[in-house]
């Protein structure tokens, strides 16, 4: 009895972890790229999988950063330059170390503040495995099958997975919109700024030169009654 039950509880732990497990495999990072610099992250595969990379700029510049991904041979399997998002799916054939790199050295005086994400599709490989585990255990204790509870928690994970990707873009694509606008807010102070300043210099400027007019047409005619 008692390792029965430890088999349904061990069966619950699993059934919560399967739906909770791709959240947690996902990297999600949000980072400040300086100008005239390159950061790189790794991700490490012990077997041919697909890797899924999803960037976008937040802020600085023209809002672009040039991306790459170097394979452990040290080949550059995917690479483009100054965008500002995008998504690449690549097929890590290879097992080894996989170098993603965000590249702002074209940048001479802009910041970049960057939130990127990467998954992997070893992640459900890992859940298939667990739930054959699971099911062999507990068709020893039940004389229904699990399919269906697997069908029903899959629907719910990837539910749930997609619904916390797409708050995540469009959390990401509302910091991005608001630093925007805070950026034109400031560059439309700083020159209504200059304007006035210089309307202001220029109207002290012709004051002071019918003034200085004014002050010759006296001086002449003071000079001329002495005479």
């Avoid at 430890?6 to 100008?35: A, H, M, N």
């Avoid at 023209?62 to 690449?88: C, N, R, W």
């Avoid at 700024?193 to 004051?207: P, T």
Wanted: charged share 30%.
């Amino acid at each position: 009895m008692e390792v029965s039950c430890l088999k349904i509880i061990r069966f619950c732990v699993v059934l919560i972890s399967l739906c909770i497990y791709e959240v947690v495999g996902e990297v999600d990072l949000t980072v400040d790229i300086e100008p005239g610099k390159t950061e790189c992250f790794y991700e490490i595969t012990t077997k041919e999988t697909t890797i899924e990379v999803e960037y976008q700029v937040l802020d600085g510049g023209d809002l672009d950063i040039s991306f790459y991904v170097q394979g452990p041979k040290g080949t550059i399997i995917a690479a483009e330059m100054k965008k500002s998002e995008a998504t690449h799916k690549l097929d890590a054939k290879v097992p080894g170390e996989y170098k993603i790199c965000f590249d702002n050295s074209f940048s001479r005086f802009s910041n970049k503040i960057l939130f990127f994400e990467i998954s992997t599709g070893e992640n459900e490989e890992k859940q298939t495995g667990e739930w054959d585990d699971v099911i062999d255990e507990m068709e020893e204790l039940m004389d229904v099958t699990l399919e269906y509870f697997k069908d029903s928690v899959d629907v719910v994970r990837n539910n749930l997975d997609r619904t916390m990707q797409m708050q995540t873009i469009m959390r990401m694509h509302e910091a991005r919109d608001r630093n925007i606008v805070e950026n034109n807010f400031e560059r439309v102070n700083v020159w209504s700024c200059i304007q006035l300043f210089i309307m202001i210099s220029v109207g002290l400027a012709q004051v002071l030169m019918i003034r200085n007019l004014f002050d010759d047409k006296n001086k002449v005619g003071k000079t001329k009654v002495r005479t």
